[in-house]
């Protein structure tokens, strides 16, 4: 049996929880320690959860963690990843990965020179949801995939986050902030993005927080907050992306892909589960009928109901993926790769010109009903 790796977690804002919390359904992982720059947050988490709250140049320097959780914002995640890896760590990051191609080849290099693992979120891919989509592609049921679309659009953070100020900053928006959960799942899907076009649009400069202690307040708009994008796949696709913060409602659906043999329609990327639908050729469109995959059973109550949620299976995978010698799914390669897609939407954006890939990547291999399986600690 795989031995546990130490995880210290750095940064102690709300997605931490999720990381201390489902952590312990699966094997070869085990919070140890965490670390804040606010001393306070890391020592209200580590009474929580049961851990050490430590500085980060502490946790950097503990022998008892092998990898570090990267959970700060975006803006840093760069420099605390590499610090890691210069610790002799091995690194797993909260999306986006970093936020520049430059930034995430130096990671690259810095881990090869210390035979280190870098991995990234989001992990939501690997949910049973859409490893169901993964294999009718793979086993051919849609036929060639040419095309399709994915929606990701509301009406912004301000009307439900009390500190909504970095979402609207450069690093942020639309496309880096929700972006990942959809172009990875697009990755996994078709393979690699070759080239991709955009406009972008910033319809309002400021914004007024609608709730909590700084009701009223306004923030300003610093990114683009609508993106109309195209991406054209390796494999010959091309789907078109939209992502807005400017939307009321709408009614498309998160994600469609069209092949030759037929349509499906993908649930949100962003969460592990949901119902898939297919129709083939012509046929009536119908709800495929739910397959024996762990990582689509609904476990945590949301405020629309039940819903599958296993992050932390990523860096459960990278963590036995370490220990046999495997490649693991979520990847330093997949990550850089969606992050130089992201970046040249928004490039494209300013331009108005086309931005070919200069990054490439495998598809990472399916996560099969027993592949799930064999990561949960209740099964081993």
């Known amino acids: 049996m795989a031995r546990k790796l130490g995880v210290g977690i750095v940064g102690c804002g709300n997605i931490s929880t999720t990381y201390f919390r489902f952590a312990p359904l699966f094997k070869g992982i085990e919070v140890r320690s965490c670390a804040d720059i606010n001393p306070a947050a890391a020592k209200a988490r580590a009474a929580e959860y049961g851990v050490r709250a430590e500085s980060v140049d502490a946790l950097l320097g503990a022998d008892d963690i092998d ?3 990267n959970l700060t914002i975006p803006s840093v995640h760069y420099d605390i990843s590499r610090r890691a890896l210069d610790a002799g760590k091995h690194v797993y990051s909260e999306k986006p990965f970093v936020l520049s191609v430059k930034d995430g080849l130096d990671l690259a290099r810095r881990a090869a020179r210390k035979d280190l693992r870098i991995g990234s979120a989001p992990d939501t891919f690997l949910g049973g949801a859409h490893q169901l989509v993964r294999r009718l592609i793979d086993e051919g049921r849609l036929g060639e995939i040419t095309g399709g679309t994915c ?6 953070m301000e009307h439900w986050h009390p500190n909504p100020d970095f979402f609207f900053q450069p690093g ?15 990755v996994q899907l078709l393979g690699p993005v070759k080239s991709v076009a955009a406009l972008s649009a910033t319809p309002r400069k400021q914004r007024v927080i609608a709730n909590g202690p700084r009701n009223g307040e306004k923030v300003p708009v610093d990114t683009p907050t609508t993106i109309h994008a195209l991406l054209e796949f390796a494999g010959g696709a091309v789907v078109t992306l939209g992502a807005s913060w400017d939307v009321w409602d709408h009614r498309h659906a998160p994600m469609e892909l069209y092949g030759e043999a037929g349509t499906v329609y993908i649930p949100d990327p962003n969460f592990f589960g949901g119902d898939v639908r297919y129709t083939k050729g012509a046929q009536e469109v119908k709800k495929l009928p739910a397959w024996n995959h762990p990582f689509g059973v609904p476990n945590q109550r949301h405020s629309h109901g039940m819903m599958a949620n296993y992050r932390t299976a990523g860096l459960s995978d990278m963590a036995l993926a370490i220990q046999s010698g495997r490649p693991h799914r979520c990847s330093m390669e997949l990550a850089l790769h969606v992050v130089e897609v992201m970046t040249s939407i928004l490039k494209s954006g300013e331009t108005g010109r086309f931005v070919a890939m200069r990054t490439t990547c495998e598809r990472p291999a399916p996560l099969g009903p027993k592949e799930a399986k064999a990561l949960l600690a209740k099964n081993g």
Do not use: E, F, K, S
Not at 151 to 156: A, D, K, L, S, T
């Open 172 to 186: 942020a928006g639309p496309v880096l902030d929700i972006g990942p959960y959809y172009i990875t799942n697009l």
């Open 67 to 69: 990898i570090v959780v």
């Open 151 to 156: 929606h990701v659009m509301g009406r912004g």
